[in-house]
C-alpha cells in the first residue's frame, strides 16, 4: 500500500498513543475523531514490553481513532519504529456507532516474545485507557499472560 492511501484511512491505537497529551506533543496535527473496536484480536506484550495485537477469533481491542496528516505518519512511524520493530496493516474497525472503517494499526514485526512492559509505559496506557473510558479487564489479561507464560 502507497504511503498517501494510508492518509486517507484512520489511525487506530491501542497502546501509548491513546495517552492524549502524548499523542498532542507526538502528532500535533492529529485529530481524534473516536473509538471503537478491532474485532478477532487480542492484546499483548511484545518485544521490550511493548504492546501489540494479534490474532485471537471472538476477541476484540478497544483503539482510539485519529485522522493523521502526513507529519503525524512520519512521527508516528518513528516512534513506533516502523518497519523494524511494528510493521503498518490495514484493519476493519466497528466505530462505536457499529459503522465499519478501514484503519491502520502498527503490529509488531514479528510477534514471538512476551515481556513485561516497563512502570512508565504501563502508567501511559493506563493513562490512555482513561482518556477514553476503556474498560482495562483486556490490558490486565495481557499482562497475565506474560506470568502465566513465566510459570
Not at 19 to 43: F, N, S, W
Not at 76 to 104: C, G, M, N, W
Not at 127 to 147: Q, R
Amino acid at each position: 500500500m502507497k504511503e498517501q492511501e494510508f492518509l486517507k484511512l484512520a489511525y487506530a491505537a491501542y497502546g501509548s498513543n491513546l495517552h492524549l497529551k502524548q499523542m498532542e506533543v507526538r502528532c500535533p496535527t492529529a485529530e481524534c475523531i473516536g473509538k471503537g473496536y478491532l474485532e478477532d484480536y487480542q492484546l499483548v506484550f511484545g518485544k521490550r514490553g511493548f504492546l501489540d495485537v494479534v490474532p485471537c477469533p471472538g476477541q476484540k481491542v478497544q483503539v482510539g481513532l485519529f485522522k493523521v496528516t502526513d507529519t503525524d505518519l512520519q512521527a508516528l512511524d518513528e516512534y513506533e519504529e516502523y518497519p523494524e520493530l511494528y510493521d503498518r496493516i490495514t484493519v476493519s474497525i466497528q466505530t462505536e456507532s457499529k459503522e465499519k472503517i478501514q484503519a491502520f494499526v502498527y503490529k509488531m514485526n514479528p510477534y514471538d516474545t512476551m515481556e513485561k512492559p516497563t512502570d512508565a509505559y504501563w502508567t501511559t496506557i493506563n493513562e490512555g485507557y482513561d482518556n477514553f473510558s476503556f474498560d482495562k479487564k483486556n490490558l490486565e489479561d495481557a499482562l497475565s499472560k506474560i506470568d502465566e507464560e513465566v510459570k
